[in-house]
């Protein structure tokens, strides 16, 4: 019968877990403002980057690492018009290399981050 219970317990808190985890992954980045702030909201804890085209950039590129998403996460360019998503497995100028936009548009800001599978990136352009 505990066997049973703890089970349950744990069952439901998995559940709970991976439910709030969704929620979060919907509102990945809040508003655009004139100070170009962009909000990423976790299911513990409401983190706010602020600043211009590089530091959108760098939140895009932390939270696809940290994701492992090899994709557009949406929301603000930080001042920009586009931004261009990239990944490798071989190196951070590959996957700067590998972005949407490269040697086409000018670039406002870019980064790129080690995530447990490779390399992921993002660029703001203009």
């Known amino acids: 019968m505990l066997r049973v219970v703890v089970l349950l ?4 808190i998995l559940i709970g ?3 709030s985890d969704a929620d979060a992954r919907r509102r990945i980045f ?10 990423t909201y976790t299911a513990a804890t409401t983190v706010s980057f602020t ?5 959108v950039a760098e939140a895009k590129a932390s939270q696809a690492a940290s994701w492992l998403t090899k994709g557009h996460l949406g929301g603000s360019f930080g001042g ?3 931004e ?11 996957a700067l290399s ?8 000018p670039v406002l800001g870019s980064a790129c981050v ?3 599978d490779g390399w992921y990136a993002c660029k703001i352009y203009q």
């Open 9 to 12: 317990v744990l069952s439901v």
């Open 17 to 19: 877990l991976n439910a």
């Open 30 to 39: 809040g508003r655009q403002s004139r100070n170009w702030y962009v909000t």
């Open 51 to 55: 600043g211009g085209p590089q530091s």
């Open 80 to 82: 920009g018009n586009a």
């Open 84 to 94: 261009g998503v990239g990944f490798s497995t071989h190196s951070a100028a590959a």
């Open 98 to 105: 590998s972005c949407c936009y490269t040697g086409q548009r």
């Open 114 to 116: 080690r995530g447990a």
